[in-house]
């Protein structure tokens, strides 16, 4: 049950930051909190996965706080979530062979962290007086200190 839950909140972070969840649980492999060893997604540990994942990340969150990136809403960002959010998923339920409730765990995570995350920064920066990047710099905080949490637990 316990996996579950961690399940749908990585998939939550996905749904905030599309590749902060994914590099979090590629360190987690790596660092040996997270066994995925002998499993299909044994690469999310090798060597060189958490460096790529997390410049990535980064430039993600870089990207994020420009003018013309598309809503998180949008059709290819909404489905990289739901990716992302089911390989996390996917990686935390295979620790005790759950990885196909993780995989569901994690997809419902994404969807409600995309939804949810896009209302409470719309809302947010309304009721904030329209500045959006303390908004976005207060997301990209929740999104990395909640998926170093979440995997920490492992």
């Known amino acids: 049950m316990t996996?579950?839950?961690l399940a749908f909140l990585i998939?939550?972070?996905?749904g905030l930051?599309?590749?902060?969840?994914?590099?979090?649980?590629?360190w987690a492999a790596r660092l040996g909190w997270l066994r995925l060893e002998n499993t299909s997604l044994a690469f999310l540990g090798f060597a060189a996965t958490p460096y790529v994942l997390?410049?990535?990340?980064?430039g993600e969150l870089i990207a994020d706080k420009?003018?013309?990136t598309p809503s998180r809403k949008a059709p290819m960002g909404?489905?990289?979530?739901i990716v992302t959010g089911a390989l996390c998923g996917a990686a935390l339920g295979a620790?005790?062979?759950?990885?196909?409730?993780g995989v569901l765990a994690g997809v419902l995570g994404a969807i409600a962290g995309t939804l949810g995350g896009y209302e409470f920064r719309v809302r947010l920066v309304r009721d904030t007086g329209g500045k959006d990047l303390p908004i976005a710099l207060l997301e990209d905080a929740i999104a990395?200190?909640?998926?170093?949490?979440i995997v920490s637990r492992f």
């Open 3 to 5: 996996t579950h839950i």
């Open 54 to 58: 997390s410049v990535l990340a980064i």
């Open 66 to 68: 420009l003018p013309k």
């Open 144 to 149: 990395i200190g909640g998926a170093f949490l």
């Open 11 to 14: 998939g939550v972070i996905a």
């Open 17 to 26: 930051r599309s590749l902060t969840a994914p590099a979090a649980v590629s």
């Open 78 to 81: 909404f489905a990289v979530r």
């Open 95 to 101: 620790q005790s062979d759950a990885m196909i409730g």
